[in-house]
Protein backbone atom coordinates (compact mmCIF):
# COMPACT_ATOMS: atom_id res chain seq x y z
CA UNK A 1 0.00 0.00 0.00
CA UNK A 2 1.18 3.82 -0.50
CA UNK A 3 0.84 3.78 3.41
CA UNK A 4 3.65 1.35 3.78
CA UNK A 5 5.61 2.68 1.00
CA UNK A 6 5.50 6.26 2.26
CA UNK A 7 6.68 4.82 6.02
CA UNK A 8 9.93 2.88 4.63
CA UNK A 9 10.39 6.50 2.57
CA UNK A 10 10.23 8.58 5.22
CA UNK A 11 12.23 6.27 7.58
CA UNK A 12 14.92 5.96 4.96
CA UNK A 13 14.77 10.15 4.36
CA UNK A 14 14.66 10.28 7.89
CA UNK A 15 17.77 7.84 8.48
CA UNK A 16 20.25 9.37 5.68
CA UNK A 17 19.25 12.74 6.79
CA UNK A 18 20.47 12.03 10.62
CA UNK A 19 23.61 10.16 9.44
CA UNK A 20 24.43 12.72 6.76
CA UNK A 21 23.76 15.84 9.47
CA UNK A 22 26.17 13.85 11.85
CA UNK A 23 23.35 13.18 14.71
CA UNK A 24 24.21 11.47 17.58
CA UNK A 25 22.51 7.60 17.16
CA UNK A 26 19.22 8.69 19.54
CA UNK A 27 18.74 11.79 17.20
CA UNK A 28 19.42 9.85 14.21
CA UNK A 29 16.45 7.12 15.30
CA UNK A 30 14.16 9.70 16.22
CA UNK A 31 14.42 11.55 12.54
CA UNK A 32 13.40 8.11 11.36
CA UNK A 33 10.98 7.47 13.67
CA UNK A 34 9.64 11.16 12.56
CA UNK A 35 10.23 10.35 8.72
CA UNK A 36 8.12 6.99 8.89
CA UNK A 37 5.22 8.73 10.67
CA UNK A 38 5.40 11.48 7.92
CA UNK A 39 5.57 8.95 4.99
CA UNK A 40 3.14 7.16 6.31
CA UNK A 41 0.29 9.58 6.59
CA UNK A 42 1.11 11.04 3.54
CA UNK A 43 1.08 7.69 2.18
CA UNK A 44 -2.51 7.12 4.04
CA UNK A 45 -3.97 10.27 2.46
CA UNK A 46 -2.75 8.82 -0.86
CA UNK A 47 -4.82 5.72 -0.77
CA UNK A 48 -7.71 7.59 0.87
CA UNK A 49 -7.68 9.68 -2.36
CA UNK A 50 -7.65 6.98 -4.68
CA UNK A 51 -9.82 4.69 -2.55
CA UNK A 52 -12.37 7.53 -2.95
CA UNK A 53 -11.93 7.78 -6.92
CA UNK A 54 -12.52 4.25 -7.12
CA UNK A 55 -15.62 4.60 -5.26
CA UNK A 56 -16.72 7.43 -7.16
CA UNK A 57 -15.85 6.06 -10.25
CA UNK A 58 -18.15 2.83 -9.35
CA UNK A 59 -20.81 5.44 -8.50
CA UNK A 60 -20.81 6.48 -11.63
CA UNK A 61 -20.85 3.44 -13.18
CA UNK A 62 -23.97 2.12 -11.29
CA UNK A 63 -25.64 5.68 -12.02
CA UNK A 64 -24.94 4.87 -15.86
CA UNK A 65 -26.08 1.53 -15.98
CA UNK A 66 -29.17 2.49 -14.16
CA UNK A 67 -30.31 5.48 -16.62
CA UNK A 68 -29.66 3.19 -19.57
CA UNK A 69 -31.73 0.25 -17.73
CA UNK A 70 -34.82 2.94 -17.38
CA UNK A 71 -34.32 4.46 -20.78
CA UNK A 72 -34.53 0.30 -22.24
CA UNK A 73 -37.45 0.19 -20.75
CA UNK A 74 -39.15 3.49 -21.49
CA UNK A 75 -38.30 2.95 -25.29
CA UNK A 76 -39.90 -0.83 -24.59
CA UNK A 77 -42.50 0.46 -22.97
CA UNK A 78 -43.42 3.35 -25.62
CA UNK A 79 -42.80 0.69 -28.38
CA UNK A 80 -45.72 -1.55 -26.96
CA UNK A 81 -48.01 1.58 -26.66
CA UNK A 82 -47.22 2.50 -30.56
CA UNK A 83 -47.85 -0.99 -31.72
CA UNK A 84 -51.91 -0.78 -29.37
CA UNK A 85 -52.44 2.12 -30.91
CA UNK A 86 -51.12 0.86 -34.09
CA UNK A 87 -53.30 -1.76 -33.64
CA UNK A 88 -56.72 0.06 -32.91
CA UNK A 89 -56.21 2.33 -34.96
CA UNK A 90 -55.77 -0.78 -37.67
CA UNK A 91 -59.12 -2.33 -36.94
CA UNK A 92 -60.81 1.43 -37.50
CA UNK A 93 -59.78 1.42 -40.97
CA UNK A 94 -61.86 0.37 -43.90
CA UNK A 95 -61.02 -0.89 -47.27
CA UNK A 96 -62.59 1.82 -49.14
CA UNK A 97 -60.30 3.55 -47.20
CA UNK A 98 -56.98 1.54 -48.31
CA UNK A 99 -58.23 1.59 -51.75
CA UNK A 100 -58.28 5.34 -51.93
CA UNK A 101 -55.16 5.80 -50.23
CA UNK A 102 -53.81 3.46 -52.96
CA UNK A 103 -55.03 5.64 -55.97
CA UNK A 104 -53.64 8.97 -54.30
CA UNK A 105 -50.61 7.07 -53.73
CA UNK A 106 -50.52 6.10 -57.38
CA UNK A 107 -51.61 9.69 -58.71
CA UNK A 108 -48.94 10.81 -56.83
CA UNK A 109 -46.09 8.64 -58.09
CA UNK A 110 -46.86 9.62 -61.41
CA UNK A 111 -47.12 13.55 -61.25
CA UNK A 112 -43.65 12.45 -59.90
CA UNK A 113 -42.62 10.43 -62.68
CA UNK A 114 -43.71 13.04 -65.01
CA UNK A 115 -41.79 16.31 -63.37
CA UNK A 116 -38.47 13.54 -63.24
CA UNK A 117 -38.98 12.88 -66.88
CA UNK A 118 -39.63 17.05 -67.90
CA UNK A 119 -36.16 17.65 -65.68
CA UNK A 120 -34.78 15.05 -67.64
CA UNK A 121 -35.49 16.22 -70.82
CA UNK A 122 -34.66 20.16 -69.94
CA UNK A 123 -31.15 18.60 -68.71
CA UNK A 124 -30.46 16.41 -71.88
CA UNK A 125 -31.37 19.68 -74.36
CA UNK A 126 -28.88 21.59 -72.43
CA UNK A 127 -26.84 19.26 -72.75
CA UNK A 128 -27.23 19.00 -76.15
CA UNK A 129 -27.18 22.46 -77.19
CA UNK A 130 -23.92 22.43 -74.94
CA UNK A 131 -22.56 19.86 -77.21
CA UNK A 132 -23.83 21.66 -80.56
CA UNK A 133 -22.27 24.71 -79.74
CA UNK A 134 -18.56 22.69 -79.00
CA UNK A 135 -18.87 21.14 -82.31
CA UNK A 136 -19.32 24.62 -83.95
CA UNK A 137 -16.66 25.83 -82.37
CA UNK A 138 -13.95 22.97 -83.31
CA UNK A 139 -15.76 23.32 -86.84
CA UNK A 140 -14.86 26.92 -86.87
CA UNK A 141 -11.10 26.31 -85.20
CA UNK A 142 -10.42 23.78 -88.09
CA UNK A 143 -11.82 26.37 -91.21
CA UNK A 144 -9.42 29.18 -89.94
CA UNK A 145 -6.52 27.04 -89.69
CA UNK A 146 -7.50 25.55 -92.99
CA UNK A 147 -7.87 28.72 -94.53
CA UNK A 148 -4.42 30.09 -93.22
CA UNK A 149 -2.91 26.61 -94.17
CA UNK A 150 -4.16 27.11 -97.69
CA UNK A 151 -3.81 30.77 -97.82
CA UNK A 152 0.39 30.37 -96.94
CA UNK A 153 0.12 27.41 -99.93
CA UNK A 154 -1.06 29.91 -102.51
CA UNK A 155 0.91 32.93 -101.60
CA UNK A 156 -2.38 35.15 -100.51
CA UNK A 157 -3.28 37.35 -97.15
CA UNK A 158 -5.03 34.82 -94.81
CA UNK A 159 -7.71 37.45 -94.19
CA UNK A 160 -8.58 37.99 -98.08
CA UNK A 161 -11.46 35.75 -99.73
CA UNK A 162 -10.31 33.23 -101.45
CA UNK A 163 -12.73 33.18 -104.97
CA UNK A 164 -11.79 32.01 -108.29
CA UNK A 165 -10.50 35.01 -110.19
CA UNK A 166 -13.64 36.07 -112.95
CA UNK A 167 -12.88 36.39 -116.74
CA UNK A 168 -12.08 39.80 -116.44
CA UNK A 169 -9.28 39.74 -113.79
CA UNK A 170 -7.81 36.82 -115.77
CA UNK A 171 -8.27 38.95 -119.25
CA UNK A 172 -6.58 42.16 -117.46
CA UNK A 173 -3.51 39.92 -116.52
CA UNK A 174 -2.75 39.21 -119.90
Do not use: H, W
Request: glycine share 10%.
Amino acid sequence: SRTTKGATTGAVVGGLGGLATGQSGGTTAALVGAGAAVGGVVGAIADAREKKQQETMAQQRAYSAAVARDKQKTAKAKAELQEELDIAEGFRITDAEIDEMSSRAETAEDRLKALQARRQAAIDRKKLLDEMEEREKEALREIERLEKELAELEGTDSNSVTSTPSSTETSSKL
